[in-house]
């Protein structure tokens, strides 16, 4: 399908007017829809870029977070702001739609009044006007787009290989992918996309002989310019997920190798150069600090929503670096103008997709119906009823993270439960339903096992000490994205920005102080060890399920939360 732009515009009317709680107007509506979505064709070189969609096909709910802090040098700087100082610093005015989609801020009723966001068949009606008004665009996932939803989890990530090709993507990079095995993702590399979709890693190598697994870049032709794309997937991956999965493959940042990469692409003529990464945002910026001949990076794994590019200096030139969000909430647009064989200016766009001022692409509608048919009477089976707005997102707890604990702590008989501090999972408003798909959306993964350990004061103070420091060392390639691990029945201390290993303390049990050299039973789940998946503890999603079913409401949450030091006045922290 291919629509001109006046049509539509009129379509995107249309579906506004019928929007609940947006102007009842017609012409106000047509006018909000045509300034929202009209991006008028700039320069010659046009790439979309959407990132950690993990899985969710259908429109949703999804709150940015309140605590995203940055520590040291990064403090104040994107992507570590939130609420209004993020508004403050993208120029975004309070009360709007924009602001919906960009903070938290008084995010149950601005969900109620603005709708839904994302969900491929709206994703897909946006994709294919940018690509009917700018020749050549290309589409790029940059990963963790096969993992997320129980439909992903059961059809072993087919349901988003199709849907991927039905959107269009071009070409795409991976993280959570790879947590379905080397052979799976190969089956569908060389199967499905075969032709269709190009899958690139220029820091996947054998881990015998260090040959490349997949092509570093591609260069396409648009409009006449080679336009270079290098791919970047997560380069932790065997350290942050189950290293069983990938026995075969070594990842990592691979500085060298990229900037080898990037000279042989310009010297085979390509005039842009763009890294298509899942680095992580703070990762993304020292790298192209360091790396030269990089004109973009379109980055991805930290969820980040990033409406203006931090434009990076290094020894070449400069570098665009910016990060697309997440759940298919957002496209970016990416326009250069190149001239004398050189980019000489650009535009940004990160569009928001509101569901409901966007009509479904029939055709995209038509075949998530048919991924979710065999699954319906599962996905919508009812566990519990929020009063509470549930969500995951935030450094250090999330209402449905606590939820996620309280089950654990409950079905397990535990005094402590850990949690990870995983970025993806969806948001529920007071009032909904809580279906064992919206259980899904926090816990589909292929290792979802719980497990019971007794644990000394003196491991779990480790354990935290090793999380902090993976999120808040200063050094941003020591960082591996995701937040802080959650923590039930435990409270505790933390000043990010004291010096690894001494930044957990007042670590205490029912009010009394943990004993370094005590046991304690802790509960938890995802482990990356083989042989705790041998063990084969039951999958997080039944036991919570269960505690679900016990409770029936989901009543007022209380985080669980650290007192956090040292953060006065930092913009990364919703003022108390």
């Not at 515009?9 to 047509?30: D, H, K, R, W, Y």
């Not at 046009?46 to 429109?59: E, G, I, R």
Request: glycine share 10%.
């Amino acid at each position: 399908m291919s629509i001109n732009r006046r049509e539509f515009l009129q379509t995107l009317a249309v579906a506004s007017a019928g929007g609940f709680g947006l102007n009842s107007s017609f012409a106000l509506a047509q006018e909000s829809a045509r300034k929202f979505y009209d991006l008028p064709k700039f320069g010659n070189v046009h790439l979309l870029h959407f990132t950690d969609c993990h899985a969710q096909l259908l429109p949703i709910y999804f709150r940015e977070p309140s605590v995203n802090l940055g520590i040291g040098a990064q403090e104040g700087k994107t992507p570590h702001l939130v609420g209004e100082y993020f508004l403050k610093a993208n120029g975004i005015p309070a009360g709007t739609r924009e602001a919906h989609a960009f903070t938290y801020l008084n995010f149950t009723e601005a969900a109620k009044t603005y709708g839904r966001v994302g969900g491929f068949s709206h994703l897909s009606t946006i994709v294919k006007q940018m690509k009917a008004s700018r020749p050549g665009a290309l589409l790029l996932d940059g990963g963790d787009t096969w993992q997320g939803s129980g439909t992903a989890l059961w059809t072993n990530g087919q349901d988003m290989a199709d849907a991927a090709i039905a959107l269009g993507v071009d070409i795409m990079t991976a993280h959570w992918e790879m947590t379905l095995g080397e052979e799976r993702v190969m089956e569908i590399v060389n199967k499905d996309f075969k032709g269709k979709i190009e899958f690139l890693a220029q820091n996947i190598k054998t881990a015998d002989f260090g040959d490349a697994v997949f092509p570093a870049y591609t260069i396409r032709k648009m409009n006449g310019i080679p336009v270079a794309i290098i791919g970047q997937a997560f380069p932790y991956t065997p350290i942050a997920n189950p290293g069983y999965m990938v026995p075969n493959w070594t990842f990592g940042i691979q500085e060298e190798n990229l900037q080898k990469t990037i000279n042989e692409a310009k010297a085979k003529g390509a005039k842009v150069i763009v890294l298509l990464s899942h680095n992580g945002m703070d990762v993304d910026l020292k790298l192209a600090s360091r790396v030269s001949g990089l004109h973009a990076i379109l980055g991805g794994h930290t969820h980040d929503g990033v409406p203006i590019p931090v434009q990076v200096k290094n020894p070449g030139g400069m570098t665009l670096v910016t990060n697309a969000g997440s759940n298919g909430k957002y496209l970016g647009v990416l326009d250069f103008d190149v001239k004398g064989g050189k980019p000489v200016d650009f535009r940004y766009k990160l569009m928001p997709i509101f569901s409901n001022l966007i009509p479904e692409d029939k055709s995209m509608t038509a075949l998530i119906q048919k991924i979710r048919k065999p699954f319906e009477s599962k996905l919508q089976e009812q566990l519990a009823v929020t009063d509470s707005l549930l969500y995951r997102r935030g450094n250090f707890n999330g209402s449905f993270d606590q939820v996620i604990l309280d089950g654990l702590m409950a079905q397990k008989n535990a005094e402590i439960a850990f949690s990870p501090g995983f970025r993806w999972g969806t948001t529920l408003l007071p009032g909904q339903a809580i279906t064992m798909e919206n259980l899904l959306d926090q816990t589909a993964i292929t290792y979802p096992y719980t497990t019971v350990n007794m644990m000394s004061g003196e491991t779990i103070k480790t354990i935290l000490e090793d999380v902090a420091d993976n999120l808040f060392n200063p050094d941003p390639y020591y960082q591996q994205g995701g937040d802080m691990v959650r923590v039930g029945g435990l409270r505790y201390a933390i000043d990010p920005a004291a010096s690894m290993g001494k930044r957990i303390s007042e670590m205490r049990l029912n009010g009394e102080l943990i004993d370094a050299n005590k046991n304690y039973k802790v509960a938890g789940w995802a482990p990356v060890s083989e042989a705790a998946k041998n063990l084969g503890g039951e999958p997080i999603w039944d036991v919570v399920a269960r505690h679900l079913k016990d409770i029936k409401t989901v009543k007022a949450i209380k985080l669980n939360e650290p007192v956090i030091k040292g953060v006065s006045g930092n913009p990364g922290i919703a003022p108390i």
